[in-house]
């Protein structure tokens, strides 16, 4: 009876010993897995499709968005295996959920490359041919280095009217950012080399295994590792390019921290108008908009930044582009209010060409209407 006793301790002695390790592997893989999750969420709700953000308000119905959930169904059934005791097939769950991770990582790591690529030659080439301010790497190296004539022309001490200036004011700006956006570009193309050999690395990862062999749970670790490392230097050489958009297009947010008269006050003229401005606070675009702050602009509404980049900006800050449109400012108002304040401004040119005559205009509809804080127009 004795020996029964004793060998029935020992057994369960093993069983304990054997069941730690598992429990603890599962534990380990939990913690692991819901990382990556919270770190893919923005990714593929920014992408759904791997491509680009356009339909990101859709994200549900994205290929990579559906892969993502599945991972999160898998997940959540080894937590729950996991909570039960059953660490054996919650490690299970945890082990085929991290497959798919990979898989997932794979397809994404490869869309950020190739976006941040596309992102960097937008960067360097000129974007609008018909914007005689705009220029590209090689005209603002050219034109702007330390032995150009034009960049001697721009230190030259002159008078302020506009006879004596042999040079359009508003390329000053290439002349004072000429470095930083050759530097940004340097560094956004070194992270994109950085960003393409971290995948080639997760992708060889299998390259010396025997065909009868297959990957661990350890090695595919590496593997998602790698392509996270990947994603990380495009997001670098994403805010690069980002950098460089901002540098190169200054004047584009110009209508946001412009005056914004009333009806009645352009009706008196360029005169009238700037004696009444200056007796009273100037009131500014962006007053009428409480998330618009002209230090920092959200991401949906920085106009230096091409349209079809602008997701990249929230998704290199982690967060959702299409979230940040619909908790703060209904767009549908915002081109209108841009194309508007063109209108008001060619009143103006007209009016200061005229004398800053007093007559009523024929046409006031270029006024905007105003809306609420915080009310949809």
């Known amino acids: 009876m004795k020996r029964i006793l004793i060998l029935f301790t020992i057994l369960f002695a093993l069983s304990n010993v054997q069941g730690e390790p598992v429990q603890s592997k599962a534990n380990m893989k939990r913690v692991e897995l819901i990382g990556y999750l919270r770190t893919l969420e923005p990714m593929v709700k920014n992408y759904p499709n791997g491509k680009d953000g356009k339909d990101s308000k859709k994200y549900k119905e994205g290929k ?14 080894g937590i729950l295996y996991f909570y039960e005791g059953g660490y054996a097939n919650s490690y299970r769950r945890f082990v085929d959920a991290q497959t ?3 898989k997932l990582l794979e397809e994404l790591s490869q869309s950020y490359i190739e976006r941040s690529e596309n992102m960097l030659k937008s960067a360097v080439e000129v974007l609008d041919e018909k914007n005689k301010l705009d220029r590209d790497l090689m005209d603002i190296s050219i034109e702007f280095s330390r032995t150009s004539k034009y960049r001697k022309s721009l230190i030259e001490n002159r008078q302020p009217a506009v006879s004596n200036r042999h040079y359009d004011p508003k390329l000053y700006h290439y002349y004072v950012s000429k470095k930083t956006i050759e530097d940004s570009l340097a560094m956004g193309y070194k992270s994109l080399g950085q960003a393409k050999k971290a995948r080639v690395k ?36 994403k805010a690069a390019a980002l950098n460089v958009f901002r540098l190169k297009y200054p004047y584009e947010n110009a209508f946001i921290h412009a005056n914004s008269p009333k009806e009645d006050e352009i009706a008196k003229g360029v005169t009238d108008l700037n004696d009444e401005l200056q007796k009273k606070p100037r009131k500014y675009a962006y007053d009428n908009y409480p998330y618009l702050n002209k230090k920092k602009l959200p991401a949906p509404f920085d106009q230096r930044i091409p349209n079809k980049y602008r997701v990249d900006y929230a998704d290199n ?20 209010q841009k194309e508007n304040f063109k ?7 007209s009016k200061a060409k005229d004398g800053g005559s007093s007559s009523q205009p024929s046409d006031t509809s270029a006024t905007p209407d105003t809306p609420e804080p915080g009310t949809n127009p």
């Open 100 to 102: 798919n991770t990979e």
């Open 343 to 349: 209108e008001i401004q060619e009143k103006y040119k």
């Open 64 to 77: 990579l968005y559906k892969q993502y959930e599945q991972i999160k169904r898998k997940v959540q059934e």
């Open 317 to 336: 800050q982690g967060q959702v582009y299409t979230d940040l449109v619909d908790e703060q400012l209904d767009l549908k108002y915002y081109p209108k």
């Open 202 to 237: 997760g992708l060889k990862v299998e390259q010396h295994l025997e065909k009868h062999q297959v990957l661990k749970p350890e090695m595919r670790k590496y593997r998602i590792e790698r392509y996270l490392a990947s994603i990380t230097k495009c997001k670098d050489a």
